[in-house]
């Protein structure tokens, strides 16, 4: 597994793709925090939130080469055959994309310190707020890696996830255009973006933390079985 | 080393390979031979454990691929037909990889550089992947087979791509890891696997339907093992003259080949050589003898005229091996061959 976590991990860098995703994630970053700070506000957590925008557009991109590539250029094969189990694979590459992710939101660190100085902040709300972005990461990673490992092309891939990470993260959107209360109540409880929001509110949602960590759990077993049934076809 | 038990392996309702049972003892080296898609490389997936199968046993070194694949794969090297290579990778980096992925315990840079000497690419150790010729890459992906010293190594065309010069080094390579390694190698380069194979599979629409020396496999198809003989001279007369030699079973006249020379076709007695009375006869005659050859079976030819067969029986027969069938299938089987036969007549 740390093998192959090395080499995935690497491999972002040896490409544009992961300066391109790194260099989103600080630009906005940027952005936004000249803007609350611009405004005075000492919270950090409405930033945070705000980025999930930019995590929709950006996972896709993460992920779609991460078990795309591997069936393209025959590189399964060396995978397959050495000694190493599926699921030492699957997780090898989902903590290389998740570590580039994690990355992204290091900035946040520093602009806390920073604000800090200033005014006296609620450390904790800081933290909630980065632990709901990091579960939302590794939720739309997992989806993103199975749904990678079911095409062969990148492109194809990277629009399948994007499409489903808009789908998951702002369905709660569409709820009212659903007739049927409970029906139309699930999905505005189950949008990705509800989970995240809950994070913002100072409290750490032990619900939402299970929510998003057996969403991640599903979707990479999901894809050891994709690895798997590919095997026996 | 490799015991392969009933082993049918279906693609969706394809079945790619039927009931296909060897074994392979520790330091042989077998050549596995057949034609695209007669599930060579198949078998090959699924012994290193990269597909799976529909039934069957495999197992290697006495340990059960699905049992215990870890253990298993760790005693494969593999270089599949295409080298699985990640190209954004350098040389070096891509085999320290495959050592750290393959859990190997030898130190780590001296084993590298000691395989990639073997297979002498040391002099791209620092260069991407993406950058090296074709050969290269096979080299590459060779090496990578080779970290780790497993004790079976299977090559699936290991040849393919490589200019001459660099396919007798891998020859030489092969026939060198022989002494010490258990190789299964598939090639459609016949001459390759008669230099360096003690032992031919030859596979035909998923079934095996030879296992044998090159050697026995020539003389049990040999049975047209004919000379041929060009000779100035009359051809009624020469036919009576060769047929009168002890040892001579047949004598045909193929017609007039050179201006002024008959070619002979001289068939003899099973296991007997006739060819220095077969000389001296027309040397008596006063006959002028302008060629003399024998016309032994290649490997090639036997490949040929076993995977042309119409179905993997006939071959079967044509090597004298028993086979069970029901006996309409083999009344059909002779009306094949008889107007194989007849097509073959008016070929001539």
């Given at each position: 597994m740390t093998a192959i976590f090395k080499r995935e991990f690497k491999a972002y860098f040896r490409t544009p793709i992961g300066y391109i995703v790194l260099a989103a994630y600080f630009l906005f970053l940027g952005i936004y925090f000249s803007l609350i700070y611009s405004y005075g506000s000492p919270d950090l957590s409405s930033l945070l939130l705000a980025m999930s925008v930019v995590v929709t557009f950006t996972v896709p991109v993460l992920t779609m080469r991460l078990m795309s590539e591997d069936r393209r250029q025959k590189t399964d094969q060396v995978l397959l055959t050495s000694p190493v189990k599926l699921q030492g694979i699957v997780l090898g590459k989902f903590f290389a994309a998740f570590c580039v992710y994690a990355i992204g939101f290091a900035p946040t660190v520093v602009f806390e310190i920073i604000v800090s100085r200033y005014v006296a902040v609620n450390i904790f709300s800081y933290i909630y707020s980065l632990c709901g972005m990091l579960l939302l990461g590794a939720a739309l990673i997992s989806i993103g890696m199975l749904i990678s490992s079911l095409t062969e092309s990148p492109v194809i891939s990277a629009i399948l996830t994007l499409v489903v990470n808009i789908l998951v993260l702002y369905m709660s959107s569409f709820s009212s255009m659903v007739k049927i209360s409970w029906i139309s109540a699930v999905i505005s409880k189950a949008a990705f973006i509800s989970a995240v929001e809950s994070f913002g509110e100072n409290i750490l949602s032990i619900p939402d933390i299970i929510y998003f960590l057996s969403i991640t759990a599903a979707f990479l077993f999901l894809c050891v079985r994709s690895l798997e049934r590919r095997r026996w076809a | 080393m490799i015991e392969v038990k009933s082993l049918s392996k279906k693609y969706g309702s394809y079945l790619a390979v039927d009931d296909v049972s060897f074994s392979i003892k520790k330091g042989e080296v077998v050549g596995f031979l057949g034609p695209n898609g007669a599930g060579k490389s198949t078998i090959m997936n699924i012994i290193t454990g990269y597909l799976s199968f529909t039934k069957g046993d495999v197992s290697v070194d006495g340990i059960d691929i699905i049992d215990n694949p870890e253990a298993a794969k760790k005693r494969i090297g593999y270089l599949p037909e295409i080298p699985p290579l990640y190209t954004d990778m350098k040389v070096k980096e891509y085999l320290y990889f495959v050592y750290d992925l393959k859990k190997v315990k030898f130190p780590k840079s001296a084993h590298i550089d000691e395989i990639m000497r073997l297979v002498k690419i040391d002099n791209v150790a620092n260069r991407l992947i993406k950058n090296l010729s074709k050969g290269y890459r096979q080299r590459v992906g060779f090496a990578g087979a080779l970290v780790g010293n497993p004790d079976v190594l299977i090559l699936d065309e290991p040849t393919v791509g490589l200019d001459p010069k660099q396919i007798i080094e891998i020859r030489?390579?092969?026939?060198?890891?022989?002494?010490?390694?258990?190789?299964?190698?598939?090639?459609?380069?016949?001459?390759?696997?008669?230099?360096?194979?003690?032992?031919?599979?030859?596979?035909?629409?998923?079934?095996?339907?030879?296992?044998?020396?090159?050697?026995?496999?020539?003389?049990?198809?040999?049975y047209d093992n004919t000379l041929s003989a060009k000779i100035v001279c009359d051809e009624d007369d020469m036919i009576k003259t060769l047929s009168s030699v002890e040892g001579v079973k047949n004598v045909v006249s193929t017609g007039l080949k050179d201006s002024n020379a008959f070619e002979f076709n001289i068939t003899p007695e099973k296991d007997t050589d006739i060819r220095a009375a077969v000389f001296n006869k027309v040397k008596e005659s006063g006959k002028t003898m302008l060629s003399f050859s024998s016309n032994a079976i290649s490997l090639e030819q036997i490949f040929l005229r076993l995977t042309e067969a119409t179905d993997n029986n006939e071959a079967r027969r044509m090597l004298g091996l028993d086979f069970e069938e029901n006996t309409e299938t083999e009344s059909e089987l002779q009306n094949n061959t008889e107007s194989e036969e007849n097509g073959n007549d008016s070929d001539i």
């Open positions: - | 030489n390579l092969i026939s060198r890891l022989g002494k010490n390694h258990t190789i299964i190698l598939s090639s459609h380069i016949l001459s390759e696997i008669q230099a360096v194979c003690k032992r031919v599979i030859i596979i035909n629409k998923g079934q095996i339907i030879a296992d044998d020396t090159p050697d026995n496999l020539a003389e049990k198809l040999s």
